[in-house]
């Protein structure tokens, strides 16, 4: 992730760099100055700077965040990959303050690609906070059901640049969540659907453990 950022995040000229301009830097470039002020506290500001540093050779003293002309492709891939700099136990608050605003910028205006990878990245961030944040559990569950609905158009896409159909995290962490809640023929569904469309998953294990926990609970619904 951190080389994809350090190719995605290259100054386009390095006479553009100076002081401190509202319009540079990706907080210019994508207004986000109000909810940098409003969002973060000075110590955070200062943590956020001096960790986020996907270009190495960024000259000394300036950020992506506040100098340069910066190619990017949509504010909510930024917002969303800094987010994971941050997804630690320490820093979840910061990261989840990231990812929360990148949901604000449209979906509709990702690729087909794009928008595939943004649901990979808040399946996983937001269900490992499923038990520290309220919300974070039916985000998780959401972005697993946005990446299936655009699973059949993504497969394709995913084969011709890679080679391959890979497996899918959205099918995969909603079956799991599924199984947890006892839901078991719905997991069933999700799993046959997945296969359905030739991704990668161990689908046919899951179905097979799923369909002993479905006749255990119809065995114990019967007694």
Same mark, same amino acid.
């Given at each position: 992730?951190?080389?994809?950022?350090?190719?995605?995040?290259?100054?386009?000229?390095?006479?553009?760099?100076?002081?401190?301009?509202?319009?540079?830097?990706v907080?210019?470039?994508?207004?986000?100055?109000?909810?940098w002020?409003?969002s973060?506290?000075?110590?955070?500001?200062?943590?956020?700077? *001096?960790?986020?540093?996907?270009?190495?050779?960024?000259?000394?003293?300036?950020?992506?965040?506040?100098?340069?002309?910066?190619?990017?492709?949509?504010?909510?891939?930024?917002?969303? #990959?800094?987010?994971?700099w941050?997804?630690?136990?320490d820093n979840?608050?910061?990261?989840? *303050?990231?990812?929360?605003?990148? +949901?604000?910028?449209?979906?509709?205006?990702?690729?087909?690609l794009?928008?595939?990878?943004?649901?990979?990245?808040?399946?996983?961030?937001?269900?490992?906070?499923?038990?520290?944040?309220?919300?974070?559990?039916?985000?998780?569950?959401?972005?697993?059901?946005e990446?299936?609905?655009?699973? +059949?158009?993504?497969?394709?896409?995913?084969?011709?640049?890679?080679?391959?159909?890979? #497996?899918?995290?959205?099918? *995969? +962490?909603?079956?799991?969540?599924?199984?947890k809640?006892?839901r078991?023929?719905?997991?069933?569904?999700?799993?046959?659907?997945?296969?359905?469309?030739?991704w990668?998953?161990?689908?046919e294990?899951?179905?097979?453990r799923?369909?002993?926990?479905?006749?255990?609970?119809?065995? *114990?619904?019967?007694?």
């Amino acid at each position: 992730m951190k080389d994809f950022l350090m190719n995605l995040f290259r100054p386009l000229k390095k006479e553009s760099f100076g002081d401190i301009k509202s319009g540079e830097g990706v907080l210019g470039q994508y207004e986000l100055w109000d909810w940098w002020h409003d969002s973060f506290d000075d110590e955070e500001k200062e943590l956020i700077l *001096k960790t986020y540093k996907p270009i190495p050779d960024y000259p000394e003293g300036k950020t992506v965040f506040t100098h340069g002309n910066i190619s990017i492709g949509h504010p909510r891939i930024f917002l969303s #990959s800094a987010a994971l700099w941050f997804n630690n136990p320490d820093n979840y608050l910061i990261a989840l *303050k990231f990812m929360d605003k990148a +949901q604000e910028f449209p979906a509709s205006e990702l690729s087909i690609l794009d928008y595939h990878f943004d649901c990979y990245e808040r399946i996983k961030f937001y269900y490992r906070w499923r038990d520290e944040h309220e919300g974070a559990l039916n985000s998780a569950i959401l972005a697993c059901k946005e990446q299936i609905a655009i699973a +059949q158009d993504a497969a394709p896409v995913l084969l011709k640049r890679f080679g391959l159909i890979p #497996s899918h995290t959205g099918y *995969k +962490q909603l079956a799991i969540i599924y199984e947890k809640q006892g839901r078991f023929e719905e997991a069933i569904k999700v799993c046959e659907q997945g296969q359905g469309q030739g991704w990668s998953n161990d689908f046919e294990k899951r179905i097979v453990r799923l369909n002993k926990k479905l006749s255990k609970a119809g065995s *114990k619904d019967e007694q």
